[in-house]
């Protein structure tokens, strides 16, 4: 958890939010050309947003879900730790991300998470439930949320150009995820995630929301 989210918006649904409070996202990259519908799982690039260097505005890029960190220079498929969750317990200590603790905060935007859950009854082997779990809409960012993350810049053996990777914190789980998870990703509102990227004080990510703050659907594939 979480390794499946969706984003159903394009970057200008997201954008318009944050020229709502005065900052523009120059993005590095063009928009792919991707269906609205399919979800996103570990190694795909995703749509990630972190401050500019010089603190004034916000970047905004695609980045490889499943970071890799500064110091890796072998070549990615080398790296086998599972970076696409950080705890929020250890990830200043963790040596794969306490770097991007201090340097390479971020975060995703996102429509709805996706988890999975073993109905009564499941045998090995079986598929599991789906759910989606999503939010109410509010008048700063329409259904978009973010995933409060951290990214890293890496410069593979076999990417010697460089390569931009990110992984999502997550923490226990809130009332309504422990219906069917004991953890979840930090899921924050626009003014939430602007002050995680300009803080970074993990202490001061927000709890989960009371009952009723998330509602989850089952939804097969």
């Given amino acids: 958890m979480c390794n499946e989210y969706q984003l159903k918006v394009r970057r200008a649904d997201y954008d318009a939010a944050f020229r709502g409070v005065g900052l523009d996202v120059l993005w590095s990259d063009a928009e792919p050309n991707r269906p609205p519908d399919r979800s996103f799982r570990p190694t795909d690039r995703a749509p990630i947003l972190r401050r500019t260097r010089d603190g004034a505005g916000l970047e905004g890029l695609e980045a490889r879900w499943w970071l890799v960190p500064g110091f890796h220079r072998a070549s990615v498929s080398d790296w086998k730790a599972m970076c696409t969750n950080a705890r929020i317990e250890t990830a200043a200590t963790t040596a794969s991300f306490r770097e991007s603790v201090r340097t390479g905060r971020c975060l995703a935007p996102v429509t709805a998470v996706l988890e999975y859950d073993a109905p009564l009854g499941w045998r090995k082997g079986q598929p599991k439930r789906r759910w989606e779990v999503s939010w109410p809409e509010d008048g700063a960012s329409g259904p978009v949320r973010f995933l409060a993350g951290l990214c890293a810049r890496s410069h593979p053996a076999d ?9 999502v914190i997550t923490r226990p ?23 995680w990227l300009d803080r970074g004080d993990l202490a001061a990510l927000p709890v989960p929301g009371p009952a009723g703050a998330l509602t989850l659907r089952e939804a097969p594939r």
């Fill in 159 to 167: 990417l010697p150009e460089g390569l931009d990777s990110f992984a």
């Fill in 173 to 195: 789980a809130g009332v309504d995820m422990t219906r069917i998870h004991d953890r979840q990703p930090v899921i924050l509102s626009l003014a939430e995630g602007l002050d």
